[in-house]
């Protein structure tokens, strides 16, 4: 299976500062006057083999 979505690392703050619109607009509904956003990175070597091929086999581009 060819990863089509291959893209460059990025680090989280860069991450966000893209997408802070998106950010704000999904905690829109709740009315939260603050939002924060807590990243935790996990690779699928961070996850058992047998979970791993599942999550692999599933993930899409966001």
Do not use: G
Request: with cysteine; net charge positive; hydrophobic share 40%.
């Amino acid at each position: 299976m060819v990863n089509r979505f291959k893209l460059p690392p990025i680090r989280p703050s860069q991450a966000l500062s893209q997408h802070r619109d998106a950010v704000c607009l999904a905690a829109t509904p709740y009315r939260v006057a603050n939002p924060r956003v807590s990243v935790d990175v996990l690779t699928p070597k961070d996850l058992p083999p047998k979970f791993r091929v599942a999550v692999v086999q599933e993930a899409r581009h966001v």
